[in-house]
């Protein structure tokens, strides 16, 4: 027979079929279905107009529209069309919607259909039909497992540059339109005494049973219409059809309380102690989102209990040329004709191993489909009404351009036979979805009756499986396993639970005789349509020796596709078992791993997007900073201003300059809240304060501050802050912003696990207090303005290192602390955060005549550069107190955190680093963190590496820029010249070792 | 994963912060003769153990109170959830 008769028949059928008054132009559409009253709706698949109906998959309406073209497959470019009818989908990926909410690689089986859907085929130029990249599959020989491995091996540096640009470009999937996603995605917390994973006849029976006894049910489906395969069979449960009696369960349920039916919702993943992923889709079946409610939510349902009740997938067979549109599953074809009223095609074959395919082709001639015939590798097939039987037979080959046209058939007596047929549904028997019973390590064992792999013993924690995804196909089995897992569930939580009388069902056997490839042919059989693997790279990769599983699976990509081979595992599996001469068991299984289908990346970030993607901490004086015009920059999780510019500036540099110089010289103010700040309370606050702190905080008087390092165990130096003492039991200790949650956890710790008897309590009260610091020769007398008059803060009643609790403008409640970071006299004064914005503009106010500045932390970092004080950089995680200078703070009399191991030889060599100053010898020569210390003459290298800088800023007092870091034995090389190198942008400049202290070694300003 | 707080009843892990072995909670005696070999132990060596484990979490995000849990670090099982205070108490801790 030529292609010529084929394509006449098959034409004259379509012509005799296609009458009907819903199908229209929908050439394919059938009579009966779920398609509910048949709300026609328009949609576009690549700018065409389609039309559909409400209840349509996207798929389903393409095939009742006859378009069986759906896609280009990854690798060789091959036409494809859908291949099942449901999440398992590995051909029929498009790219919905358009704009920011393009979506590439949905599956066509899973996209609900909605008035004005628009998708585009993806992975073809210019069009599906005619798709410029198919020229890959004239050069399949050369394109099999491990060829780009193989290949472009040489030269190496072409790998990144061209080699895998190329191949991106051409092997490849959807696009991404770079828009931002307008819709908003949720996150979610349920609780459930139950949880059933499906809503199949094992789910709504198991949901049926724990809902009547009064437990807390949770059942969730990736569908939108809940009955599982009861949607796609004829087959009814008790009088009912299979879909009159899930509407009644669905009643049912929707009339208990305590049910949450939860369709359009997968449950992604099982988790530790019961606790499971799911992402329900809220918004995907309507053109927009309406008002107010998100396209997703991710919940998270804490489960007592959880029955899997996922059903099965059907697998394939392998043979020649597998891949045509128009080959699918049987159990699909037969969901498409029972629930969406479709035939892929008014002429189908059938090839099969087990009864389940006979459904199909009696399915499709009670629909009026031409079934050209079945062909059964079972040489004692049963006979098939309506239709022609090959019995012990194989399809070797097919043949058709852009779409199967006729199957060739190697019948058991050894001739073959050409079957024309537009479809051919295939059926290699079914797996049980066992995927979330994997989740936890478990390994799902051989059951040789079903020829599959069920769960075995090592489930998750309180999950039971029941039904099909147990190995249990039959209508009757599943009712009878969801009712009685549900009883034994809930018995273990103290629920009891009745079965009421299960209504009658099919109960009948499968009957699989394994089969899982033709070895006829030479020609390509594919096994992974997704990602394009063949029998053919399954026998390379065992010649190349890949004995185990998951190198098999890693070596030739099965099953790593989105799909994660749930059509394609098993075929590759028992080809390898075959091959290396064992059992399938022997061989066992991947791993599966969540999630179950594809997530979105929208749902998983959920609200934590743009300037939401984490908490923003606003300083009390935000607001007042943003009246100025300051520029701010990200401190951890807080705002601060950086620095204040004015009108006329032009460069950052003077901005800074300025706030420097005016502080220096008069008084600026700068918010310094972020820095931790914990209450300290109890009997033994001081001996605590003791163990926390390298140096020494007993003796310190009531109304004085102290300066504090705190060592990790390992004697490393990792905060410093101060100390003020308020009475005998109460100290205020502030951290740095960076560490003001560490700081806060190890002192818990060490006061609830190391001293457990001490008296003392803690409290972080970084948010409680807003803080200024006002540093300057005129910060006394700007503060004597805002601090009530019977406090007296002179000199001598306020000296430097003083604290104490006062009361601000007219009677608000205050802390004052003379403390300086910025080498001036300075004070810091905190007031109840809610008066910080009211305390900020009364400082302002008040140093007006003084002409005050704010200054940012630009300024603040150059000034305490200036005064050599070590901040983030110098305490980098590697440096001790002897390298910070404080060697001698170090307390040797009493016991503190880090003191035992700060004593190592190794962190005390006589050529430590030590914390100096440098000075560029040529002042217009920039200094740079990060350069490396060399002596003035000699190699430049690793070995004779002196040090390094750590901080550097442009000094305006000494009009230089200027340095401090870690020198060995620095604090004896002052005066030296030695050369700073920067080996990655080729600088080396001399610089003059001198005293970190650059502004008042001395310490006069600060005590003035 | 599910902790069962002595004080608060279950609450997921993510309210937490993990640190590690409940042995830092024998932090060594300072006097002792050989008190740096000590605290190199105390610090540096720790069992790797694949079953049960005692290990210190700390409810940051709830009631900040230290806790031993003892969990398989196979199976992700939770055998037992103390107060750190308890424990350390228990094992002579005290000022």
Redesign the interface.
Known sequence: MTDAVMNAGRVAFQADGSTGARKGVQVNRLDGGLIKGGKPLNFTFDGKRFKGFEGDTLASALLANGVRLMGRSFKYHRPRGVLTSGSEEPNALVELRSGGRQEPNTRATVAELYDGLEANSQNRWPSLQHDFMAINDRFSNFLTAGFYYKTFMWPAAFWEKLYEPIIRKAAGLGSISFEADPDAYDKGFLHCDLLVIGAGPTGLMAALTAGRAGAQVIIADEDFLLGGRLNAETFGIGDLTGAAWVEQAQAELASMPNVRVMPRTTIIGAFDHGIYGAVERVSDHVLAPEAGKPRQILWRIYSKRAMLAAGATERPIAFENNDRPGVMLAGAVRAYANRWAVTPDQTVAVFTNNDDGHRTAADLIAKGVKVTAVIDTRAAAPKVEGAELFAGAQVVDTKGRLGLEWARVRLASGTTRDVPCGALAVSGGWNPNVHLTCHQRGRPAWREDIAAFVPAGDLPQHMSVAGAANGDFSTAAALRAGAEGAVAALSELGIEAKISDLPEAEDAPINVTPFWYVKEGKGRAWLDQQNDVTVKDVKLAHQENFRSVEHLKRYTTLGMATDQGKTSNMGGLAIMAELAGKQIPEVGTTMFRPPYTPVSFGVMAGRSVGEDFRPTRKTPSHKWAEEQGAVFVEVGQWLRAQWFPRAGETHWRQSVDREVLQTRNSVGICDVTTLGKIDVQGKDAAEFLNKMYANAFAKLPVGKVRYGLMLREDGIAYDDGTAARFAEDHFVVTTTTANAVLVYRNMEFARQCLFPDMDVQLISTTEAWAQFAVAGPNARKLLQKVVDPEFDISNEAFPFMGCGEITVAGGCRARLFRISFSGELAYEIAVPTRYGDAMIRKLMEAGEEFGAVPYGTEALGVMRIEKGHAAGNELNGTTSALNLGMGGMVSKKKDCIGNTLSEREGMNREDALKLVGFKPVNAADPVQAGAHLMNASGEVSAATDQGYITSAAYSPVLGCSIGIGFLKRGDSRKGEVIRAVNPLEGREIQVEVVSAHFVDPEGERLRG | ??INHPILGPR?FQEF?Y?GDAS??D??D??ADN??DQ??D??YLRDNPAGEHRE?W?H?QGD???LVVTRNTV????LNVE???D???ARG???
């Open positions: 994963m599910i997921d912060t640190l830092l909670i932090r060594p300072w006097q008190a740096a605290f190199h105390y610090l210190l700390f940051e900040r109170s230290w199976t992700h099982e939770i107060l750190a205070r424990v350390a108490r801790r005290s000022k």
